[in-house]
């Protein structure tokens, strides 16, 4: 069964300090890996597509890569406005459904 | 451009009750999908629409069905509510496989009571 699971599930630093999500996948045939930004109440916000190992995407303090059983998304000297939900999802094989982990939480303090 | 719309943003509805909720996509994208969203989780696939047909259904009841117009607007329907349908209501669209991305709406907020 596929299956995507997220680590921490909460994670509080302190403006400027630096840390990696973590986002391990099991399915038949990645089609692709994204990674989303929620804030509370709203729809989830789109930041990267990875579609294989190796691949690496950048945007402002985010850096997100993949490798063949997981992916990492990085955050560089982290600002209080960076604080969210960061989802992981997978599509795979013939399916065109992302599965979704439960997220991490990301608390910066100021 | 207008992103994608939901409607209503909030429902508060009482079980045995039914409920459609509304979106629009971004202009171009042909394709929409639904996801339910319980606090606390990921989203989990409903449905996905494409070019008014069906591409694909998740492990929910008969009671959820849905719709694509030919303007590529999608309804959601949920029959016979129950208290654990109570969640944020997720609409999506894409050009097509979605391999792309997926734009989401902001939710439509389902209470049941």
């Known amino acids: 069964e596929d299956q995507v699971t997220q680590s921490p599930e909460a994670l509080r630093l302190q403006e400027g300090e630096s840390s990696s999500l973590n986002c391990s996948y099991t399915?038949?045939?990645?089609?692709?890996l994204f990674w989303y930004r929620q804030d509370p109440g709203k729809g989830p916000e789109f930041l990267f597509t990875?579609?294989?190992?190796?691949e690496e995407k950048e945007k402002e303090r985010l850096k997100a890569t993949l490798t063949k059983k997981e992916s990492f998304l990085h955050i560089t000297a982290p600002k209080p406005e960076d604080s969210a939900t960061y989802l992981c999802?997978?599509?795979?094989?013939?399916?065109?459904?992302?599965?979704w982990g439960a997220g991490t939480k990301l608390i910066i303090k100021p | 451009d207008a992103g994608v719309t939901q409607s209503p943003t909030h429902l508060i509805k009482t079980r045995g009750q039914h409920v459609t909720l509304r979106c629009s996509p971004i202009?171009?994208?042909?394709?929409v999908s639904w996801y339910q969203q319980v606090l606390g989780q990921g989203p989990q696939f409903i449905f996905q629409?494409?070019?008014?047909?069906?591409?694909g259904r998740g492990n929910f009841p008969d009671r959820f069905s849905a719709r694509q117009f030919p303007n590529y607007s999608s309804e959601l329907n949920v029959n016979a509510l129950l208290l654990g349908d109570s969640a944020l209501y997720l609409c999506?669209?894409?050009?097509?496989?979605?391999?792309?991305?997926?734009?989401f709406g902001s939710g439509t907020r389902l209470t049941v009571v």
């Open positions: 629409y494409y070019e008014k047909e069906e591409r």
């Open positions: 999506a669209s894409s050009l097509a496989s979605g391999s792309e991305g997926y734009t």
């Open positions: 202009s171009g994208h042909k394709s």
């Open positions: 399915v038949s045939g990645l089609r692709g």
């Open positions: 999802a997978v599509q795979a094989g013939s399916n065109y459904q992302l599965i």
């Open positions: 990875l579609y294989s190992a190796g």
